[in-house]
């Protein structure tokens, strides 16, 4: 088979109709376009979301709520997750290069730890954010925590 032996099954193509041929074709005249109006013409286009001059949906909707422009949006990681990536690495410090580099978060992501899970040996954790009951588990375990800007 090559491309040149390639054609469309029956009924997948059709000939397209042929309007403004003449009245006697029963698609002359205005070819299927109505009368008059932006519409009849050639070279017409509506903006996006134009309903026919009814008052379009984003203007019909209310409008509500408020979006804080200066939030800060963490990636929330547990202390299981920690003490988890801190038995698989071997190590005693876990940074956010750590968590990230586990795939825990995208690397723009601000890391934030909070208590889910337990911790059960004394780990150095650097994130950019803690919980104040991750702070509690972690250092009554002995560890410590340190909060980078």
Known sequence: MKLNNLYA??????????????????????????????QARAGYEHKIGFEGG????????????????????????GLATIQALSEKLGKNEISVEDIKGA????????????????????L???ANAFSASAVAKIEAAGGQTEVIK
Request: proline share 4%; charged share 20%; aromatic share 6%.
């Open 103 to 122: 795939g825990f978060a995208s690397k723009n992501a601000l890391v934030k730890v909070l208590s889910n899970g337990e911790v059960t040996s004394a």
């Open 54 to 77: 009814q008052m379009p949906i984003q203007r019909r909707l209310p409008k509500f709520g408020f979006t804080n422009p200066t939030r800060v949006e963490y990636k929330a990681v």
């Open 124 to 126: 150095k954790v650097s």
């Open 9 to 38: 099954m029956a009924g997948a193509t059709k000939t397209s109709k042929r309007v403004g041929r003449g009245q006697g074709s029963g698609k002359g005249g205005t070819a299927t376009r109505g009368t008059k109006g932006a």
